[in-house]
T-cell receptor
Framework: GEDVEQSLFLSVREGDSSVINCTYTDSSSTYLYWYKQEPGAGLQLLTYIFSNMDMKQDQRLTVLLNKKDKHLSLRIADTQTGDSAIYFCAENKLSFGAGTTVTVRA | NAGVTQTPKFQVLKTGQSMTLQCAQDMNHNSMYWYRQDPGMGLRLIYYSASEGTTDKGEVPNGYNVSRLNKREFSLRLESAAPSQTSVYFC?????????????FGAGSRLTVL
């Protein structure tokens, strides 16, 4: 929905870091989420962050939250071919961004 | 662990035909949702049911009806299909209690309206 905006495409070399950005409008969102969709499948939760946190790290994933600018980012370290997918940002009102298609090239 | 099951996976309809998409979850979740996914537009919420016995409109409810049959099942009906309803439909569920509202999605139903 228009409440959440993401860039549509990202191409990254295998082994590099990927950074996917998202902006949202609902300042009252208590949680913000990242979901991953592989081809032909439904979305699966990757991670989420509580709004009183600035950063959350989970293995290769790092989420950064800037509440002042309503900006959320997902960093994937050491990107692998299995990370090729569509990544969706979502906020608490169940609004999803359009999704960022990440393509990992050898 | 079936999670969220949607049927059918694929369907082709002619304009004006009706059909129902079925969804069932086995996680004892309170809340259930129907989304549609279109290229470049992400997921848009059609209807949701916060708890058994309640349903509410989402962002794009026109042309659809829903039924929360019981706690497990939430169906989506197209009474008179239109080509604009060609899309991939996802059902999802969540515990619906306080805290992070994590959605579990089905595999999707691809609908084509000719």
């Amino acid at each position: 929905g228009e409440d959440v905006e993401q860039s549509l495409f990202l191409s990254v070399r295998e082994g590099d870091s990927s950074v996917i950005n998202c902006t949202y409008t609902d300042s009252s969102s208590t949680y913000l989420y990242w979901y991953k969709q592989e081809p032909g499948a439904g979305l699966q939760l990757l991670t989420y962050i509580f709004s009183n946190m600035d950063m959350k790290q989970d293995q290769r994933l790092t989420v950064l939250l800037n509440k002042k600018d309503k900006h959320l980012s997902l960093r994937i370290a050491d990107t692998q071919t299995g990370d090729s997918a569509i990544y969706f940002c979502a906020e608490n009102k169940l609004s999803f961004g359009a999704g960022t298609t990440v393509t990992v090239r050898a | 662990n079936a999670g969220v099951t949607q049927t059918p996976k694929f369907q082709v309809l002619k304009t004006g035909q009706s059909m129902t998409l079925q969804c069932a979850q086995d996680m004892n979740h309170n809340s259930m949702y129907w989304y549609r996914q279109d290229p470049g537009m992400g997921l848009r919420l059609i209807y949701y049911s916060a708890s058994e016995g309640t349903t509410d409109k989402g962002e794009v409810p026109n042309g659809y009806n829903v039924s929360r049959l019981n706690k497990r099942e939430f169906s989506l009906r197209l009474e008179s299909a239109a080509p604009s309803q060609t899309s991939v439909y996802f059902c999802a569920s969540s515990a619906g209690d306080s805290g992070a509202n994590v959605l579990t999605f089905g595999a999707g139903s691809r609908l084509t309206v000719l």
